[in-house]
């Protein structure tokens, strides 16, 4: 390999680490604090915010990739221009078209990788993470219950409060509970509670010593009871094909259907998420090559327009992904029509704007 192109892939996979490394700190910061918020809410089990971030990295991968090959290669190509080192690969005779294959060499790694990704490793992804959502919704509601935390279940029915043991053999402290029925509006509390479960996998909620306070909405009836022991039954969504329903609800998913099921469906739905999963190492491919052109800035008029330009015209493929996507699900479109005008057009304007480049201007005529 020649030092102009070991320079080039070298200084180029430089930057796509930089810029990986950095979206991805980026995207975990943000995805964990949504998680947290979402386990504080009782709507995700605090034990499983760790793995369903990981996962969900996995899926968000392929576009973490794209973005951080296109700014690698713009990034790469703006500083050449710069510094003026392109001057002198210019007078070297390297051509604008000479940076292809070099940007080919570490693109083509990378688009591997998504395809990987987007065919087999998302898919896998969405599945487990709609599975451990599956299973937190399957659970009982003390199963779901944190000291310290309102947790909500049945959309929003039962809440329960429960807080720390204060003496040791209780297996838990207070409790305030408040259940919602078409009749009655129930709050209970008590100053201790167990766990109960009988032979046939039925469980209770057994409390201790507290009182019940009936309201029935609309009306000034009113219900005061004083109990030594109060029994909850908590009805238990689990059993011998709780597993097997977590697995077909996941598989309903689109997202996380794999990719030979959505093959043999031949439906819109599949269409279109067949279509997204194979455009976007095509997108990723593309995006480079359109960077080589869109790189090439003059340095003495700066470069933030040009950047600006390269960036929303790489935003504007990646919606209209999206929208090929919609008109191949809602059927407006057929699949490889749709990939092959959305991906042509993209590589008929990279062919364009290298010609572009490429192309000299005549100077002007001086008038004497």
Known sequence: MSLFKRSVVAEITSHVGVVFSTLIVVWLSVLLVRLLGQAAEGSIGADIVFGIAALSSITALPTILSVSLFIAVLSTISRNYRESEMVVWFASGVSLLDWIRP???????????????????????????EEYRQRFEHRSDVAKIAFG????????????????????????????????DENWYTTITSDNAHLREEENGDRFLVLGPGNRYDMKPGSAEFRMIKFDNYTMRLESKGGAGAEENIRNAALNVMKARPTGSLLQDQTSK??????????LPLAALNLALLAIPLGAVNPRLGRSGDLVLAG??????????????????????????????????????????????????KPKEQKV
């Not at 959309?155 to 209780?170: L, S, T, Y």
């Open 103 to 129: 940007v080919l060499r570490v693109a083509i790694p990378v688009c591997l990788l998504i395809a990987v990704l987007t065919l087999q490793a998302s898919p896998w992804a969405y599945r487990q993470i």
């Open 270 to 279: 599949s269409d279109s998420q067949i279509m997204w999963r194979i455009s």
């Open 312 to 361: 929303l015209i790489g935003l504007l493929y990646m919606n209209t992904m999206n929208l090929v996507r919609g008109w191949i699900s809602s059927d407006k479109i057929d699949m490889m029509v749709g990939m092959v005008l959305l991906h042509g057009a993209v590589l008929l304007l990279c062919v364009y704007l290298f010609r572009k480049r490429l192309t000299l201007k």
């Open 149 to 180: 935390q309102f947790i909500e279940s049945e959309q929003g029915k039962r809440v329960f409060f429960i807080e720390a043991p204060v003496n040791p053999e209780d297996e838990m402290g207070k409790v305030f509970a408040r259940v919602y």
